[in-house]
């Protein structure tokens, strides 16, 4: 069956960086666009980034533009989010998703089950 693993959270000082990993497996992963989106307390889950299926080209959500790097690796089957100068703002649930489309921010067919980002102040 179709699994999506998220990796790699954890708590991080304001300023500072974290990667999260998530390890794909039950589908043809190098057809997917596949996404990175987040959910904080009490809003509704946001689109962060998403990476086109051959990982020719990328899309991000303005609030990370510039701080965030999405990649993706299909002989291994993983996909990147590298997180650089964190706010305390980027604390949420992270969340990878798989989609077909060129560089989708909704309809999204597979998830996981999230990690969580703590960024303190």
């Known amino acids: 069956q179709v699994q999506l693993v998220e990796s790699g959270g954890g708590s991080v000082q304001a300023g500072g960086s974290l990667a999260l990993s998530c390890a794909a497996s039950g589908f043809t992963f190098n057809k997917y666009a596949m996404g990175w989106f987040r959910q904080a307390p009490g809003k509704e889950r946001e689109f962060v980034a998403v990476?086109?299926?051959?990982?020719?080209?990328?899309d991000y959500a303005d609030a990370v533009k510039g701080r965030f790097t999405i990649s993706r690796d299909n002989a291994e089957n993983v996909m990147y989010l590298q997180m650089d100068r964190l706010k305390p703002e980027d604390t949420a649930v992270y969340y990878c998703?798989?989609?077909?489309?060129?560089?989708?921010?909704?309809?999204?067919?597979?998830w996981g089950q999230g990690t969580q980002v703590t960024v303190s102040s």
């Open positions: 990476v086109t299926f051959n990982g020719g080209r990328t």
């Open positions: 998703a798989g989609g077909l489309g060129f560089l989708p921010r909704a309809g999204y067919d597979y």
